[in-house]
């Protein structure tokens, strides 16, 4: 079960940020956050090797500190809120494509929680993904999706999730930065003991030629209330 599980997470940081899922710009500039958010279509990148996510060190036994969600996590039922950079969304949970990478929010205004991990406000790592951007179809335009800011976020900021009637609260501990095919990027998705969040989008340099960023942004939180 660990292996697996280190395994999905070596899948998720590759593909769940969707740095070409959402057909972000050819064109150089950057996008403009400001625009509405419509769906689009899209392809993922490459896999990191399994073998290397194999080879992380075994789940630990877990020591629950946190209750999570006392209902399931549904599209519209609970949402992520991180003040410091505008942020508020809708979750919904994300599971893997039949090729075996992570599944992508279908949209650039939601939330992916891999429903793999562990959930939001429970003890263990709860690994979420977005897309940083998406173009228009229609007029080629690049605009900011629901993690375009996230890179933004410091040690200190506070990320909220919440249903209406339960409200778990984290802080960033720090920002990390991976090459897409980065080895040591699989530590981040390792299990934990502690109640803590993982955000990943997509960052670096855009490749127009294979419609993909080369760096993933990752954000640590750790649970406060």
Not at 78 to 92: K, N, P, S, Y
Not at 93 to 105: C, H, Q, R, Y
Request: proline fraction near 10%; hydrophobic fraction near 40%.
């Amino acid at each position: 079960m660990a292996v697996a599980r280190l395994l999905l997470g070596a899948l998720l940081l590759t593909s769940v940020a969707a740095c070409s899922s959402l057909g972000a710009a050819d064109s150089p500039g950057p996008p403009d956050p400001a625009k509405p958010v419509q769906p689009a279509d899209a392809t993922t990148p490459p896999l990191v090797d399994p073998e290397m996510a194999m080879a992380a060190a075994p789940e630990p036994e877990p020591e629950p500190a946190f209750d999570g969600p006392r209902v399931p996590i549904e599209a519209g039922t609970w949402r992520i809120i991180a003040q410091d950079i505008g942020l508020e969304a809708a979750i919904i949970d994300t599971g893997l494509e039949p090729d075996g990478t992570m599944e992508a929010p279908a949209g650039p205004a939601e939330v992916g929680w891999f429903r793999y991990g562990s959930p939001p406000g429970s003890s263990g790592n709860a690994l979420m993904g977005g897309h940083v951007d998406w173009t228009d179809r229609i007029t080629g335009r690049p605009h900011g999706a629901v993690f375009f800011r996230l890179r933004q976020l410091q040690a200190g900021s506070l990320v909220v999730f919440t249903d209406g009637a339960q409200e778990f609260v984290y802080e960033v501990s720090e920002k990390r930065r991976y090459r897409w095919d980065d080895p040591a990027s699989v530590e981040v998705l390792q299990p934990t003991t502690e109640s803590r969040l993982t955000l990943i989008t997509c960052g670096g340099v855009f490749n127009s030629a294979t419609r993909s960023y080369d760096m993933r942004d990752v954000i640590i939180a750790l649970r406060v209330a």
